[in-house]
């Protein structure tokens, strides 16, 4: 798994974005795939999801994923759920000890959050839609409610998919203008007429770091040209695959 050195230094918490490495799935999900919502065994991603749990220090039951579907949701957990029937939404905000929230990725943008000092932590899926959406604003805001600050978070913006591999329609800048003119610094030009090449990460960074998230770090690492590490839903559909695997992203709070 990656760690950030600005969550690393903590001893109030342990995180990791994990890789694809180290698991038990074999074929296109080869072989950390966490993913329940893939089509791989489900018996086999239990087993993996237990090997992410046990690199944090919790019980596979206490690794905690929600059913995505790319929205500005976001669950308060204070207790463990039923990792085949999981609320809906897009990111997890918990100050409960011993609770590691996740969220699962394959090209789209897993957040980690922390405020060290308040003992809060969050995570969230931040596709295209979510991001637009605002789902790093409505973390930040449910961690205030659990007593964050947000000049005191630090937020870590994990493997995904960069500019360069990113290719989007001529219809897809015109929400992002919409929404702030200033958004145009996300978008260039790509060899095919009227498209662009979107930088999602660069996107987010701005956005946490506007809205007074008090440091962003993004990792620099791309999902989609790192296939020894990484599974990527662009390149399978590239290469007409018929599932890809999800990459996991953790964080969890030490209990004292």
């Not at 990111?91 to 405020?115: M, S, Y």
């Not at 060290?116 to 449910?142: F, Q």
């Not at 987010?204 to 770090?217: C, I």
């Given at each position: 798994?990656?760690?950030?050195?600005?969550?690393?230094?903590?001893?109030?918490?342990?995180?990791?974005?994990?890789?694809?490495?180290?698991?038990?799935?074999?074929?296109?999900?080869?072989?950390?795939?966490?993913?329940?919502?893939?089509?791989?065994?489900?018996?086999?991603?239990?087993?993996?999801?237990?090997?992410?749990?046990?690199a944090l220090g919790?019980?596979?039951?206490?690794?905690?994923?929600?059913?995505?579907?790319?929205?500005?949701?976001?669950i308060v957990a204070?207790?463990?759920?039923?990792?085949?029937?999981?609320?809906?939404?897009?990111?997890?905000?918990?100050?409960?000890?011993?609770?590691?929230?996740?969220?699962?990725?394959?090209?789209?943008?897993?957040?980690?959050?922390?405020?060290?000092?308040?003992?809060?932590?969050?995570?969230?899926?931040?596709?295209?839609?979510?991001?637009?959406?605002?789902?790093?604003?409505?973390?930040?805001?449910?961690?205030?409610?659990?007593?964050?600050?947000?000049?005191?978070?630090n937020a870590v913006?994990?493997?995904?998919?960069?500019?360069?591999?990113?290719?989007?329609?001529?219809?897809?800048?015109?929400?992002?203008?919409?929404?702030?003119?200033?958004?145009?610094?996300?978008?260039?030009?790509?060899?095919?007429?009227?498209?662009?090449?979107?930088?999602?990460?660069?996107?987010?960074?701005?956005?946490?770091?506007?809205?007074?998230?008090?440091?962003?770090?993004?990792?620099?690492?791309?999902?989609?040209?790192?296939?020894?590490?990484?599974?990527?839903?662009?390149?399978?559909?590239?290469?007409?695959?018929?599932?890809?695997?999800?990459?996991?992203?953790?964080?969890?709070?030490?209990?004292?």
């Amino acid at each position: 798994m990656i760690e950030a050195s600005d969550l690393k230094s903590s001893t109030a918490l342990r995180h990791g974005f994990f890789t694809r490495e180290g698991g038990h799935s074999d074929g296109l999900f080869a072989s950390l795939n966490c993913g329940f919502g893939s089509g791989d065994d489900k018996p086999t991603v239990a087993k993996n999801r237990a090997t992410a749990g046990e690199a944090l220090g919790v019980p596979g039951s206490h690794l905690l994923t929600v059913w995505q579907w790319h929205s500005p949701d976001v669950i308060v957990a204070d207790t463990t759920w039923d990792p085949l029937a999981p609320p809906k939404g897009d990111a997890i905000v918990t100050a409960k000890p011993g609770l590691a929230i996740a969220v699962l990725t394959a090209d789209c943008a897993p957040l980690l959050f922390a405020d060290m000092e308040a003992g809060v932590i969050g995570a969230a899926h931040a596709g295209w839609k979510g991001a637009l959406a605002g789902v790093s604003d409505a973390t930040v805001a449910a961690m205030e409610k659990l007593g964050a600050r947000r000049e005191r978070i630090n937020a870590v913006i994990g493997p995904t998919i960069s500019q360069p591999a990113y290719e989007v329609g001529p219809e897809f800048p015109a929400p992002f203008l919409a929404q702030d003119t200033g958004n145009a610094d996300f978008f260039i030009p790509s060899k095919q007429a009227r498209h662009h090449m979107f930088d999602l990460p660069g996107y987010l960074a701005r956005r946490m770091t506007g809205s007074g998230v008090g440091k962003v770090v993004n990792l620099n690492l791309c999902t989609y040209s790192d296939e020894n590490r990484f599974y990527s839903f662009r390149r399978a559909t590239h290469r007409r695959e018929k599932d890809y695997g999800r990459q996991i992203s953790a964080i969890v709070l030490n209990a004292e």
